[in-house]
Structures are given as structure tokens and as C-alpha cells.
């Protein structure tokens, strides 16, 4: 039987388990910025599994950048945006209270 249950710890060191091995998500029902999520979907990225497609492979983040058509940093700050709304939506669903803030995408430290 295959537990699709994710929580932050469950690498044993509080880290989240990484995008790829988590259910895709739609980026529409993420908790994402207006202009993060209109820049994705303008270049026809719709679900988390896209984004995390784009990664992979030897391009990593520079790819990513290229397909959005942004600077690297900016690729890595949206790649980061959409990772840590997965986290905060996995965090909620294992029960975890006051882990979301504001939505604001800040570190959550």
C-alpha cells in the first residue's frame, strides 16, 4: 500500500519531502503571488509537476529561467515560491497548526 501522507520530518531532519515525489498540484490552487502564477501560466506551466520538469535534467534552474523566459535568480525565486506553498499546503494537511502566515512567501523561520 503506497502512503501518499507527507509532513515536514518525514526525511528524519525537518526538511519537506521534494516537489517530485509529492502529488502534482494544480499552480492555480496554490497560494502563489497574481504575477508569479500569471508568469507560469503564460508560458504554459500548469501544474507543480511542470515546474518541476523544467528543473530537472542537466539545465536544472537554468532551464527553467529560459522556458519562463526570466533571469535566473528570478527563475529560482518562483521555483522557491511554488515549493514552499507546496510545503505550507502539506504541512496543513498532516495536521500542523500556525505553519501558514500571511501568504506573504516569507522563509517561515
Known sequence: IMDHHYS???HGDG???PLSSAPPLKLSSLPLRPS???SFVRRGFTTTSDVEESKSGSGGISNLAAELGTTLPKAASMAR???EAVRGLTIMAGG???????GSGGDGV
Open 36 to 38: 508569479t502564477l500569471y
Open 8 to 10: 515536514v520530518g518525514s
Open 15 to 17: 526538511t519537506p519531502p
Open 81 to 83: 515560491e511554488v515549493a
Open 96 to 102: 500542523e497548526e500556525g505553519c501558514v502566515e500571511d
